[in-house]
């Protein structure tokens, strides 16, 4: 099945820095979603985005899909920024099943 | 719309125990999901249902079985719990047509199996 590799597996920054999180995936995919799982342990969608570009706020995120990756940004960030952050890909052939990432663990200090 | 909604939070099994973990969506999609997410992991597909009617396996199934009667109802039951199914089980939808799209998910059960 597809592999699904984010780096850094953990950040920790202070608030107002800026930071990139990676994604790469091993096959061509037709989903890629975002998601922000806060402290409480919810499931916050941040971006669906199989290709291109999108932002909202503070956040934008970018999936190149011919070169298999898709990076994060989040700018001037603050401490309700942390949490962990998957990446999930869906390919043709993976029976709408998502495949998740092990996540980014990012802590934001005051 | 209140989304996809779980039921219940938090549940204490002891092991042999069965139970249900409840799941309904209220925006009409078609596509339902449950996963499992393990400390420290990425979340598991364990079922998926395409339909009323109709559900598949995913990842993994072992250990639980599931029903799609309605479009907006899809519980999860687990027969015999056992320890290794301590887990938070996120029950998710989409609406799909052609092809891939965007998946919502609910706030989790949180299962224990001592």
Redesign the interface.
Known sequence: GIQVEQSPPDLILQEGANSTLRCNFSDSVNNLQWFHQNPWGQLINLFYIPSGTKQNGRLSATTVATERYSLLYISSSQTTDSGVYFCAVETETSGSRLTFGEGTQLTVNP | NAGVTQTPKFRILKIGQSMTLQCAQDMNHN?M?W?RQDP??????IY?S?GAGIT?K??VPNGYNVSRSTTEDFPLRLELAAPSQTS?Y?C?SSY?GQ???????G??T?LTVT
């Open positions: 596509y999901y996963y420290g992991m990425g979340l598991k597909l998926y395409v598949d995913g990842e938070v996120f998710a799909r092809g891939a799209s965007e998946q919502y998910f706030p989790g949180r």
